[in-house]
């Protein structure tokens, strides 16, 4: 199984990890480190390598990060590139975490990334895209 590690400034990471929690139940594999004010680039890579030298690779790992260029996104991404089974997503939501731990199991980390990404882009719409979908395949029937 693939290993996350969810990362994000403020305490974006462990309230995402929460609310998974409130919806999946426990789940293994995953461990969240948020990046709050207070914190530094060194602080967040020593307990990045904390969390790697827990967390089983043997199938891969995945860094989730809130936002493109941050301190968490750029920190995961020099661990990322140490090895060809480590990838960095960003931009990450709820729904992506939920979808994508309940997928994960016999993906490789490029798939994770592939999956993670369509996820991603399915997953951002509005109530009006929705309702007009809605509407689209109800069939509209003859009256008088």
Known sequence: M????LTGHGGFASGLEKAMKQILGEQQQITAIDFPESSSTALLTSQFEQALAELDETEGLVFLTDLLGGTPFRVASTFAMQKSEREVITGVNLQLLLEMVLEREGLSSQEFR???????????????????????????????
């Open 114 to 144: 592939l999956q993670a990404l369509e996820c991603g882009h399915r997953g951002l719409t509005s109530l009006v895209d929705e309702l007009g979908r809605h509407r689209e395949a109800v069939p509209i029937e003859e009256g008088i």
């Open 2 to 5: 693939l290993s996350i590690i």
